[in-house]
């Protein structure tokens, strides 16, 4: 995947132009069971001590090439191969890229897309807050479900991990809901997501399931549209929260 790409179709967002702040391989500090990039290869250490991040000249460049395409965007989003607050330099690249919006394409939005489990960084934090849109994936409502489907690499539990939503101006949380092996799908399984969404009031819900095979767990399967839209549905008669359904995983 280039550092800058598209455009991309979005169900959420129209169509966008991606940034991927980390190179050619997939890194990231989850290993979900429906990762589409697969299984994650590199470990927290040697990520953290010897992966080379592109630099933010050559984030720059690839962004004012792409501008020189004119194609239009309706929202910048930053995601990529993986987890991108990963990255090295996480705040100076969204102070970059909100730049460049600024300069090539004022009043489209930059959205980032995380598994938010680095929110006790504060220049994380700090990165985040530049976005216009912040879209964090929770997928379970307990520690033990978490573990099974995100297979974080580092120590994080539910406590730790909503503890940091407090430090962002605000966030739109994003769900995948699938069945199988692993299945989020099941009636307490959905209550404690609830109450999970419930305590930390999302500005807003997003709801989808699997577009494609998961190279790991191939039997895995998608959630049927009535499925989510039951989810949703009582998702909002306890907690007035309006969750979004897409009936595919898409950026």
Known sequence: MDIVYGPVKSQRYGSTLGINLLGAEKV?????VYCSLGPTQLTMNKIRKDYVFPSLDQVRNAFKEY????VPSEAVVVSGNGEPTLHAEFEEAMKLITSLRDEHLPGVKVVVLTNGAHLDNKKVVNGLNLADERVIKIDAGNDVLMQKFNDPLIRINMAKFLSGFRKLKDYTVQSLFCLGEFDNTAAD????????LGMIKPKAVQICTLSRPSPAFPGLQPADEDALYGIAFKLKKRTSLE?????????
């Open 67 to 70: 501008i020189k395409k004119s």
């Open 243 to 251: 969750a979004s359904v897409f009936s595919i995983q898409k950026t």
């Open 189 to 196: 399984a959905v209550d404690e997501w609830i109450e999970v």
């Open 28 to 32: 990231c500090s989850y290993n979900c």
